[in-house]
């Protein structure tokens, strides 16, 4: 199990950080001022209900508006929770809010005896139950960068994507130098991504860096400062350019993740997640744009073989 723990960041900020760092353990914020703002719902409705009453103890009225900083279920599928608050995403969000279904993840995570490929994602949703969720998608949809004004705080949404995914968007308070990321970034956990490219993650991740924020608030793990965020960069800029070399030399991507060395960042938890990376270079370096749809079973089957290469 993860505990889910509020802290206060600044006058206005909280956010809502879980213990673990692993698939669907993600975290959220709150903006305590002009009606409250909620940055991201949980993976299922007890998690985003527990969200709910950790946020009540600073802004006990019912939160007016709730953004989703992109479509991942983890982010999402506790909206319903927030009835009646006005939710905020991206086009590219909203476009793909029913990709994949809650009631598809459910079977998948219930299945008694699941084929070799479905068998860690059945693990790891174990501690879940989407039995309950119903898709709430967003009512307010955004094309680009927009400012709310919450009595005086002022809100900053950055559409960032695509990076992690086409609808990326993150949250700037300016006046009290927080950032809350979404999944553009993971902290003290290895990143992977969907739609999107390598060179726009890294763009992302400096334009957030240029901003010079003191808080920043991973999508998963602990919250951070610049120095998160310049990790991470440092990350996708050292695995870029080794899977380039390792794509012009003709290796697989498993020959190339067996070639990289990944310093401090192989102590991050799921650092098998780097094959996901790898291909998404190779996909790049075939000439594939941003919105390629591509194998992800062939992509994952790759991550689950490095990950029992290196024992997890
Ligand atoms: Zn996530």
């Given at each position: 199990m993860s505990t889910l723990e509020r802290t206060q960041l600044t006058p206005s900020v909280h956010a809502a950080v879980q213990s673990r760092t692993g698939t669907g353990w993600s975290n959220s914020g709150l903006?305590?001022?002009?009606g409250g703002l909620v940055v991201d719902s949980l993976y299922d409705v007890r998690l985003t209900r527990q969200l709910a009453s950790l946020y009540a103890e600073v802004?006990?009225?019912?939160?007016r508006r709730l953004v989703n900083t992109h479509h991942n279920g983890d982010h999402?599928?506790?909206?319903?929770?927030?009835?009646?608050a006005e939710i905020i995403a991206h086009r590219g969000c909203a476009d793909r809010f029913?990709?994949?279904?809650p009631e598809r993840a459910e079977m998948i995570r219930t299945m008694a005896d699941p084929p070799e490929a479905m068998r860690s994602i059945h693990e790891e949703w174990?501690?879940?139950?989407?039995?309950?969720v119903v898709l709430t998608p967003p009512t307010m949809v955004i094309e680009t960068d927009t400012t709310i004004d919450l009595d005086g705080v002022r809100v900053d949404l950055l559409y960032v994507g695509?990076?992690?995914?086409?609808g990326d968007l993150v949250v700037h308070v300016p006046d009290e130098g927080v950032v809350l990321m979404g999944d553009v970034l993971f902290n003290r956990c290895t990143p992977i991504g969907w739609e999107g490219s390598t060179d726009n993650w890294i763009a992302a991740l400096r334009r957030v860096e240029e901003l010079a924020p003191e808080w920043v608030v991973p999508g998963h793990g602990p919250v951070c400062g610049l120095d998160g965020l310049v990790s991470s960069r440092r990350y996708f800029e050292a695995v870029r350019d080794h899977a380039r070399a390792s794509y012009a030399a003709g290796e697989t991507v498993l020959e190339s993740c067996a070639g990289?060395?990944?310093?401090?960042?192989?102590?991050?938890?799921?650092?098998?997640?780097v094959a996901a990376n790898v291909h998404r270079v190779y996909r790049e370096c075939a000439g594939?744009?941003?919105?390629?749809?591509?194998?992800s079973g062939a992509v994952m089957a790759d991550v689950e073989e490095l990950r029992r290469r290196l024992g997890g």
């Open positions: 903006v305590a001022a002009g802004h006990p009225d019912a939160p999402c599928w506790g909206n319903q929770v927030f009835a009646g029913a990709d994949f279904t174990a501690d879940f139950d989407f039995s309950d695509p990076a992690h995914t086409e990289i060395d990944l310093g401090e960042w192989s102590r991050w938890d799921e650092p098998w997640r594939a744009d941003w919105d390629t749809s591509f194998d």
